[in-house]
Antibody, heavy 120, light 108 residues
Framework: EVQLVESGGALVQPGGSLRLSCAGS????????MHWVRQAPGEGLEWVSY???????YYADSVKGRFTISRDNAKNSLFLQMNSLRADDTAVYYC??????????????WGKGTTVTVSS | SYVLTQPPSVSVAPGQTASIMCGAN??????VHWYQQKPGQAPVLVVY???DRPSVIPERFSGSNSGNTATLTISGVEAGDEADYYC???????????FGGGTKLTVL
């Protein structure tokens, strides 16, 4: 079964750092564009970051300069390095695979998410 | 930035048709994708590129996009369709993903 599994979520103090991982199985992650999407408690979905197959990278304005997306093709994995964390970064973080759609950005496979809590 | 506007809630009786709107300036120029999210679960893609449906999604789910409004239509609504639904586009002007605020579908 094609799936994504996130890990690395934790409770962290404001100003701290965290590295999220996303492992793909039953497909070659390097063959796909990948995204991170987050959801704050009781809120809607928020797009966070994108990485192409050729490592073109984009970030939401709310995380630019603090978060870094990367991929390790040998490990079939996606990462999100999060620095200078703030309370409003508290959310479930999902990694998602971009499907074969004409319009870009359609996310056809999602992980179950990993929870990041930023609090003192 | 590009903003997608959805009604917070829609209610429908079982067996009826639910229409969930997603409004934005000239949204017809973009490809709209729709996701279903049930409590405690990850989102699931139900419609992509305005009108296409993943093979595992029932034909009851359909989409359209015209003018300033994209619409997700669910025919013959079932209790299991109760969920939050999100529209989404890729904004090529900013190279950002954009989600609507979400619509909670209640099956009466």
């Amino acid at each position: 079964e094609v799936q994504l599994v996130e890990s690395g979520g934790a409770l962290v103090q404001p100003g701290g750092s965290l590295r999220l991982s996303c492992a793909g199985s039953e497909f070659t992650l390097s063959s796909y564009e990948m995204h991170w999407v987050r959801q704050a408690p009781g809120e809607g979905l928020e797009w966070v970051s994108y990485i192409s197959r050729t490592t073109t990278i984009y970030y939401a304005d709310s995380v630019k300069g603090r978060f870094t997306i990367s991929r390790d093709n040998a490990k079939n994995s996606l990462f999100l390095q999060m620095n200078s964390l703030r309370a409003d970064d508290t959310a479930v973080y999902y990694c998602a695979r971009e499907g074969d759609c004409a319009g870009n950005g359609c996310l056809d496979v999602w992980g179950k998410g990993t929870t990041v809590t930023v609090s003192s | 930035s590009y903003v997608l506007t959805q009604p917070p809630s829609v209610s429908v009786a079982p067996g009826q048709t639910a229409s969930i709107m997603c409004g934005a300036n000239n949204i017809e120029s973009k490809s709209v994708h729709w996701y279903q999210q049930k409590p405690g679960q990850a989102p699931v893609l139900v419609v992509y590129d305005d009108t296409d449906r993943p093979s595992v999604i029932p034909e009851r789910f359909s989409g359209s996009n015209s003018g300033n409004t994209a619409t997700l239509t669910i025919s013959g609504v079932e209790a299991g369709d109760e969920a939050d639904y999100y529209c989404q586009v890729w904004d090529t002007n900013t190279d950002h993903g954009v989600f609507g605020g979400g619509t909670k579908l209640t099956v009466l």
